[in-house]
Protein backbone atom coordinates (compact mmCIF):
# COMPACT_ATOMS: atom_id res chain seq x y z
CA UNK A 1 0.00 0.00 0.00
CA UNK A 2 1.28 3.59 -0.59
CA UNK A 3 1.08 6.10 1.17
CA UNK A 4 -1.64 8.00 -1.01
CA UNK A 5 -3.89 5.00 -0.17
CA UNK A 6 -2.97 4.90 3.43
CA UNK A 7 -4.18 8.39 3.54
CA UNK A 8 -7.24 7.89 1.59
CA UNK A 9 -8.03 5.47 4.53
CA UNK A 10 -7.11 7.36 7.49
CA UNK A 11 -9.13 9.82 6.11
CA UNK A 12 -12.51 7.33 5.78
CA UNK A 13 -11.52 6.15 9.40
CA UNK A 14 -11.38 9.88 10.84
CA UNK A 15 -14.81 10.78 9.38
CA UNK A 16 -15.76 7.66 11.10
CA UNK A 17 -14.11 8.89 14.23
CA UNK A 18 -15.52 12.08 14.04
CA UNK A 19 -19.11 10.93 13.70
CA UNK A 20 -19.12 9.15 16.45
CA UNK A 21 -20.65 11.27 19.77
CA UNK A 22 -18.54 9.64 22.84
CA UNK A 23 -21.50 9.90 24.98
CA UNK A 24 -21.51 5.85 25.58
CA UNK A 25 -18.87 3.24 26.64
CA UNK A 26 -19.83 1.56 23.65
CA UNK A 27 -18.65 4.41 21.12
CA UNK A 28 -15.78 4.94 23.24
CA UNK A 29 -14.29 1.64 22.91
CA UNK A 30 -15.38 2.22 18.67
CA UNK A 31 -13.34 5.04 18.75
CA UNK A 32 -10.23 2.87 19.99
CA UNK A 33 -10.72 0.42 17.61
CA UNK A 34 -10.88 3.11 14.80
CA UNK A 35 -7.29 4.32 16.30
CA UNK A 36 -5.54 1.21 16.54
CA UNK A 37 -7.14 0.50 12.76
CA UNK A 38 -5.40 3.92 11.65
CA UNK A 39 -2.00 3.04 13.53
CA UNK A 40 -1.79 -0.38 11.90
CA UNK A 41 -2.06 1.18 8.41
CA UNK A 42 1.34 3.33 9.34
CA UNK A 43 2.76 0.71 11.25
CA UNK A 44 1.87 -1.83 7.80
CA UNK A 45 3.42 0.26 5.46
CA UNK A 46 6.61 0.74 8.13
CA UNK A 47 6.71 -2.96 8.16
CA UNK A 48 6.54 -3.75 4.31
CA UNK A 49 9.36 -0.87 3.91
CA UNK A 50 11.42 -3.33 6.17
CA UNK A 51 11.94 -0.42 8.82
CA UNK A 52 12.87 -1.70 11.94
CA UNK A 53 13.70 -0.56 15.41
CA UNK A 54 16.01 -2.83 18.02
CA UNK A 55 14.76 -5.79 15.39
CA UNK A 56 10.95 -4.75 16.15
CA UNK A 57 9.23 -6.26 14.60
CA UNK A 58 10.64 -8.93 12.07
CA UNK A 59 13.47 -10.01 14.58
CA UNK A 60 11.52 -10.23 17.39
CA UNK A 61 8.14 -11.88 15.70
CA UNK A 62 10.36 -14.68 14.84
CA UNK A 63 11.69 -14.77 18.60
CA UNK A 64 8.64 -15.03 19.86
CA UNK A 65 7.35 -18.02 17.48
CA UNK A 66 10.84 -19.30 18.51
CA UNK A 67 9.93 -19.55 22.05
CA UNK A 68 6.07 -20.04 21.45
CA UNK A 69 5.20 -16.90 23.17
CA UNK A 70 1.93 -15.43 22.27
CA UNK A 71 1.73 -12.46 19.78
CA UNK A 72 -0.52 -10.37 21.27
CA UNK A 73 1.21 -10.12 24.40
CA UNK A 74 4.10 -9.36 22.61
CA UNK A 75 2.81 -7.02 19.81
CA UNK A 76 0.56 -4.41 22.23
CA UNK A 77 -0.69 -0.86 20.58
CA UNK A 78 1.99 0.64 23.06
CA UNK A 79 4.72 -1.43 21.61
CA UNK A 80 3.46 -0.02 18.20
CA UNK A 81 2.82 3.10 19.45
CA UNK A 82 6.76 3.81 20.51
CA UNK A 83 8.42 1.98 17.50
CA UNK A 84 5.96 4.74 15.39
CA UNK A 85 7.39 7.38 17.33
CA UNK A 86 10.68 6.65 16.80
CA UNK A 87 10.26 5.43 13.50
CA UNK A 88 8.27 8.73 13.13
CA UNK A 89 12.07 10.93 14.40
CA UNK A 90 13.89 9.00 11.81
CA UNK A 91 12.31 8.76 8.53
CA UNK A 92 9.82 11.48 6.53
CA UNK A 93 7.55 9.30 5.05
CA UNK A 94 6.70 7.62 8.58
CA UNK A 95 6.18 11.68 9.72
CA UNK A 96 4.44 12.20 6.82
CA UNK A 97 1.78 9.65 7.41
CA UNK A 98 1.93 10.30 11.37
CA UNK A 99 1.52 14.26 10.86
CA UNK A 100 -1.56 13.20 8.54
CA UNK A 101 -3.47 10.55 10.69
CA UNK A 102 -2.98 12.98 14.02
CA UNK A 103 -4.39 16.20 12.02
CA UNK A 104 -7.49 14.31 10.52
CA UNK A 105 -8.01 12.54 14.06
CA UNK A 106 -7.52 15.57 16.26
CA UNK A 107 -6.79 18.74 13.89
CA UNK A 108 -6.42 21.18 16.76
CA UNK A 109 -3.67 19.43 18.96
CA UNK A 110 -0.53 20.03 16.68
CA UNK A 111 0.11 23.06 15.43
CA UNK A 112 3.26 22.32 13.75
CA UNK A 113 5.55 18.97 12.50
CA UNK A 114 8.30 20.43 14.82
CA UNK A 115 6.16 20.48 17.60
CA UNK A 116 5.12 16.72 17.29
CA UNK A 117 8.71 15.86 16.77
CA UNK A 118 9.53 17.77 20.19
CA UNK A 119 6.42 15.81 21.96
CA UNK A 120 7.84 12.80 20.95
CA UNK A 121 11.18 13.39 22.03
CA UNK A 122 9.88 14.46 25.23
CA UNK A 123 8.22 11.59 25.45
CA UNK A 124 10.76 9.22 24.75
CA UNK A 125 13.33 11.13 26.84
CA UNK A 126 11.01 10.78 29.74
CA UNK A 127 10.69 6.64 30.01
CA UNK A 128 6.31 7.68 29.62
CA UNK A 129 6.31 4.03 27.53
CA UNK A 130 5.68 1.10 29.71
CA UNK A 131 7.47 -1.33 27.35
CA UNK A 132 10.49 -1.67 25.11
CA UNK A 133 11.94 -4.02 22.22
Known sequence: M??????????????????LEMSLIDEIQAAEFIEAQAIQLIFTYCEEN????????????KFIEINEIEE??????????????????????VLELNWFYLNNFWPDFYETKEGLLEQIREQLESGSYDCEF
Do not use: M, Q, V, W
Open 72 to 93: DEYFTLERYELYLDRLTLEKDD
Open 2 to 19: NISEIKSKITELANKHHA
Open 50 to 61: GYEIDGFPTEKR
